[in-house]
């Protein structure tokens, strides 16, 4: 008797030692070698593939842990300055109010950072030159702590511009051009930043 092997497309084994029509010169056996190997090549890259998700999914895990922690960090931050007496405002509204404050007010305000010649200010944007239309506030840095005025004498912060937080307190000055007054305005006198 003898024996027939009906292969179909979708049946890729069976006929035992029978030579395989879709690997010429290869008995079934073979395919079955190969089949195998494939199937534990795909196994191992579906175990690599699952590794790299979880490291994935744990170092997203960090990343969200650590932000929290940062802004937990920022929220005690604020809570401290606020409790030493300032009050953290954005700079629309401390530009808005900063002439109808009281001499002493203590503020904190985000800005950047500008120095053009000996006058420093903050401002909302971080471009534009001295004589330009953005608006921008008078800052009295001489007697800032020692630490912020090496920051704010960062090779960066005096030839761009650098985003700040300061901390200070309103007071009264005058702002000078080449020793010459050119008005009297309020300033802000910065006391610390980060």
């Given at each position: 008797?003898?024996?027939?092997?009906?292969?179909?497309?979708?049946?890729?084994?069976?006929?035992?030692?029978?030579?395989?029509?879709?690997?010429?010169?290869?008995?079934?056996?073979?395919?079955?070698?190969?089949?195998?190997?494939a199937?534990?090549?795909?196994?191992?890259?579906?175990?690599?593939r699952?590794?790299?998700?979880?490291?994935?999914?744990?170092?997203?895990?960090?990343?969200?842990?650590?932000?929290?922690?940062?802004?937990?960090?920022?929220?005690a931050?604020?809570?401290?300055?606020?409790?030493r007496?300032?009050?953290?405002?954005?700079?629309?509204?401390?530009?808005?109010?900063?002439?109808?404050?009281?001499?002493?007010?203590?503020?904190?305000?985000?800005?950047?950072?500008?120095?053009?010649?000996?006058?420093?200010?903050?401002?909302?944007?971080?471009?534009?030159?001295?004589?330009d239309?953005?608006?921008?506030?008078?800052?009295?840095?001489?007697?800032?702590?020692?630490?912020?005025r090496?920051?704010?004498?960062?090779?960066?912060?005096?030839?761009?511009?650098?985003?700040?937080?300061?901390?200070?307190?309103?007071?009264?000055?005058?702002?000078?051009?080449?020793?010459?007054?050119?008005?009297?305005?309020?300033?802000?006198?910065v006391?610390?930043?980060?």
């Amino acid at each position: 008797m003898k024996l027939v092997c009906i292969v179909l497309p979708f049946v890729l084994w069976g006929c035992g030692s029978m030579p395989s029509p879709y690997l010429p010169g290869r008995s079934n056996a073979d395919f079955e070698k190969l089949r195998e190997r494939a199937l534990e090549d795909n196994r191992k890259e579906a175990e690599r593939r699952a590794e790299e998700s979880r490291a994935l999914q744990a170092r997203r895990a960090e990343m969200v842990a650590a932000s929290a922690a940062r802004q937990e960090a920022q929220r005690a931050r604020i809570a401290a300055e606020e409790a030493r007496g300032y009050k953290h405002i954005s700079f629309e509204d401390f530009f808005l109010d900063y002439k109808t404050m009281p001499v002493g007010s203590k503020r904190a305000v985000k800005g950047y950072y500008r120095v053009f010649g000996n006058l420093e200010t903050l401002a909302k944007v971080p471009y534009g030159d001295a004589w330009d239309n953005f608006p921008r506030v008078v800052l009295l840095t001489e007697s800032a702590p020692r630490e912020v005025r090496a920051k704010l004498l960062d090779f960066k912060c005096r030839q761009v511009f650098c985003e700040v937080l300061l901390l200070g307190h309103t007071t009264r000055c005058t702002v000078t051009w080449v020793s010459n007054p050119l008005r009297s305005d309020v300033c802000l006198a910065v006391d610390g930043m980060w």
